[in-house]
Structure formats: structure tokens, C-alpha cells
């Protein structure tokens, strides 16, 4: 196995011209390479590849179209990024309120082991995701501003002030620990059933933390599918194999999630975010259409027809 070797801008350069890379301003070429990286920037080259394997690019392929997809999946990962944390903290909030009704404000009684499912195949779990809880009190409890106050003032810390040094992540683990009833008490609020808001909370960690680390996003596909739903059919998305091809596992999927998660005006704006986004590149990039990017994206031809769904 060939060794990994540090290269220099030249290298750099000479390695995207010799693989069939037009670059007509070396210059400016070479200060992008320097400021954003040959490796992330290299990761959209196989948008401009005649076959996924194949190194070289399509003919006439230029430094600016590859750039500018870069640019952007930037732009779309802070759209995106923006949006969930709406209902990330959305979510928060409503967990901590039903919780801290039912089964108080202080951590001796909202993390009674008690209050959560007690399937036999689920208690290891469920102390699983209350001792990461409790590691959050050690870890932040006297570093947050929030959480300080009320351990110096008050001597515990309650869940709706907890929840802001709780990761998304743990916060999808904890719904899925849940009493039914309380699960349902939340999924109601946002007209979902329990299993699929466990479902989304699951996939909009994923890429919540993908798009924090700015990781590619455009193709990005999570293992675990949501359900079907009536956009899928709506919007007459193609199938294959029986399976929706756009919608399910990849960033529509996440477009249909925050349809159903954010209010009617927050997700009007979300989508002309995106669409936007999706004009500008599509005045950009001339040596593949557009409607070849969106389907590595994962939206349909239609996708912006999800915002007059009711």
C-alpha cells in the first residue's frame, strides 16, 4: 500500500491538472487550497467523475465548478444547521417541561431509574443514558453559567437548565428511554407517533453533529431510514426496488423531518434558504446539470413543492 505523503501547493495543483482538472487562475487556485484544503475540497470530485472509481475528471471540468459545490455544501450545512438547532433546543425544552411536571425539578427525583421504561431489555440502557446524564452534572455543573447558579445558589440543578449542556445525541437516547406515556405526551405535540419521533430525533443527531464538524453533507446517508409519509406520495417521489429513492435516509430526509418539527414560517424560510442555494450553483456549475447534484442530495425535481403540503 502506497504511502500518504505531504504535498505542496504546486503538487497539489499539478495533481487536479494532471487527473484532467482545468484551473485557469493558478493563483487563486492555490490560495483556496491553502485556506480550505486539497483533502475537503477533493471530496466533491465525484460529482465531476465519468465513473465513482475513476480519478479523472469529465473533460473541461473546472476549478471553479468543484469549488463551488464546495462552497456550496458550506452554505447548505449552515442552513441545515441553523434549522435543527431550532428544534434541537425545541425539543429540549419540551422533554425538560413534561418531565420536570410529572416527576420534579431536582436530579435525585427526574433521574429516578424509576421513571423510565422498565422493559427488562431496555434498564441497562436506560442507567446507561442517566449516569451520561449525571457525567454531564460532574463535568459542567460548575463550568456552565447556568448550570453554576442555580448548584451555588440553589444546590441542584433542574432538567430545563441541565438540558443546555446535554447533547442532541443524549437527548434522542433519553426520549428512547422514556415511559410510553411520556413519549407519547411529547410525539403528540408534534403529531408523530412515539417510534417515529425516536426515529427522527435519532437521524437529526446525525447530522446535526455532521454538520458541526463540517463534514461533507450533500450525499450523506444515515443507516437507519424514517418512515414513509404522505410527502413521499404527495410529491409522487420515484421508487426503486419498492423504496422511495429521495426521502428516506439522506438530507430530504431531513427536509421532511423539520416539516413536521419546525412552525410554518421557520420552515418557509428554511426552504428558501435552500433553494437559493440551489439557483445560485445551478448559475455556476455548466458541466454537469444541476438536477444530477440534487439527486446525489437526495431532493426530487419537486422538492420545493413540500412547502404547500398541509
Same mark, same amino acid.
Given at each position: 500500500?502506497?504511502?500518504?505523503?505531504?504535498?505542496?501547493?504546486?503538487?497539489?495543483?499539478?495533481?487536479?491538472?494532471?487527473?484532467?482538472?482545468?484551473?485557469?487562475?493558478? %493563483?487563486?487556485?492555490?490560495?483556496?487550497?491553502?485556506?480550505? =484544503?486539497?483533502?475537503?475540497?477533493?471530496?466533491?470530485?465525484?460529482?465531476?467523475?465519468?465513473?465513482?472509481?475513476?480519478?479523472?475528471?469529465?473533460?473541461?471540468?473546472?476549478?471553479?465548478?468543484?469549488?463551488?459545490?464546495?462552497?456550496?455544501?458550506?452554505?447548505?450545512?449552515?442552513?441545515?444547521?441553523?434549522?435543527?438547532?431550532?428544534?434541537?433546543?425545541?425539543?429540549?425544552?419540551?422533554?425538560?417541561?413534561?418531565?420536570?411536571?410529572?416527576?420534579?425539578?431536582?436530579?435525585?427525583?427526574?433521574?429516578?431509574?424509576? =421513571?423510565?421504561?422498565? %422493559?427488562?431489555?431496555?434498564?441497562?440502557?436506560?442507567?446507561?443514558?442517566?449516569?451520561?446524564?449525571?457525567?454531564?452534572?460532574?463535568?459542567?455543573?460548575?463550568?456552565? @453559567?447556568?448550570?453554576?447558579?442555580?448548584?451555588?445558589?440553589?444546590?441542584?440543578?433542574?432538567?430545563?437548565?441541565?438540558?443546555?449542556?446535554?447533547?442532541?445525541?443524549?437527548?434522542?437516547?433519553?426520549?428512547?428511554? &422514556?415511559?410510553?406515556?411520556?413519549?407519547?405526551?411529547?410525539?403528540?405535540?408534534?403529531?408523530?407517533?412515539?417510534?417515529?419521533?425516536?426515529?427522527?430525533?435519532?437521524?437529526?443527531?446525525?447530522?446535526?453533529?455532521?454538520?458541526?464538524?463540517?463534514?461533507?453533507?450533500?450525499?450523506?446517508?444515515?443507516?437507519?431510514?424514517?418512515?414513509?409519509?404522505?410527502?413521499?406520495?404527495?410529491?409522487?417521489?420515484?421508487?426503486?426496488?419498492?423504496?422511495?429513492?429521495?426521502?428516506?435516509? %439522506? &438530507?430530504?430526509?431531513?427536509?421532511?423531518?423539520?416539516?413536521?418539527?419546525?412552525?410554518?414560517?421557520?420552515?418557509?424560510?428554511? &426552504?428558501?434558504?435552500?433553494?437559493?442555494?440551489?439557483?445560485?450553483?445551478?448559475?455556476?456549475?455548466?458541466?454537469?446539470?444541476?438536477?444530477?447534484?440534487?439527486?446525489?442530495?437526495?431532493?426530487?425535481?419537486?422538492?420545493?413543492?413540500? @412547502?404547500?403540503?398541509?
Amino acid at each position: 500500500m502506497g504511502k500518504k505523503t505531504f504535498k505542496t501547493l504546486d503538487e497539489q495543483i499539478n495533481i487536479l491538472k494532471n487527473k484532467g482538472l482545468v484551473i485557469n487562475d493558478i %493563483d487563486k487556485a492555490k490560495d483556496i487550497l491553502f485556506r480550505e =484544503n486539497y483533502f475537503f475540497l477533493n471530496g466533491y470530485r465525484h460529482l465531476f467523475q465519468t465513473e465513482y472509481k475513476d480519478s479523472a475528471f469529465i473533460k473541461g471540468t473546472t476549478f471553479e465548478e468543484l469549488y463551488s459545490v464546495f462552497v456550496f455544501d458550506r452554505d447548505v450545512r449552515n442552513i441545515m444547521f441553523k434549522y435543527m438547532l431550532i428544534v434541537e433546543n425545541n425539543i429540549k425544552s419540551i422533554i425538560s417541561y413534561q418531565l420536570s411536571k410529572k416527576y420534579g425539578y431536582k436530579e435525585k427525583d427526574y433521574l429516578n431509574p424509576k =421513571n423510565f421504561n422498565q %422493559d427488562s431489555l431496555k434498564i441497562r440502557q436506560v442507567y446507561d443514558v442517566l449516569n451520561k446524564m449525571k457525567r454531564q452534572i460532574r463535568i459542567n455543573g460548575r463550568q456552565h @453559567s447556568a448550570t453554576y447558579h442555580y448548584l451555588n445558589n440553589y444546590g441542584y440543578i433542574p432538567l430545563w437548565i441541565l438540558v443546555k449542556v446535554l447533547s442532541f445525541g443524549i437527548i434522542s437516547e433519553l426520549y428512547g428511554m &422514556l415511559k410510553i406515556e411520556d413519549q407519547d405526551s411529547i410525539s403528540e405535540i408534534y403529531n408523530l407517533n412515539n417510534e417515529t419521533l425516536s426515529i427522527y430525533l435519532g437521524l437529526l443527531s446525525n447530522f446535526r453533529n455532521l454538520c458541526a464538524h463540517e463534514d461533507i453533507l450533500y450525499d450523506h446517508r444515515t443507516q437507519r431510514s424514517i418512515p414513509n409519509t404522505k410527502y413521499h406520495s404527495i410529491l409522487n417521489i420515484e421508487k426503486e426496488y419498492d423504496e422511495y429513492k429521495y426521502g428516506k435516509n %439522506d &438530507l430530504f430526509a431531513v427536509i421532511i423531518i423539520l416539516k413536521q418539527m419546525l412552525t410554518d414560517s421557520e420552515f418557509r424560510d428554511l &426552504l428558501y434558504q435552500i433553494g437559493y442555494e440551489i439557483d445560485i450553483l445551478d448559475g455556476k456549475i455548466d458541466i454537469v446539470p444541476t438536477q444530477f447534484i440534487l439527486d446525489r442530495i437526495g431532493f426530487p425535481y419537486n422538492f420545493r413543492e413540500i @412547502s404547500n403540503i398541509d
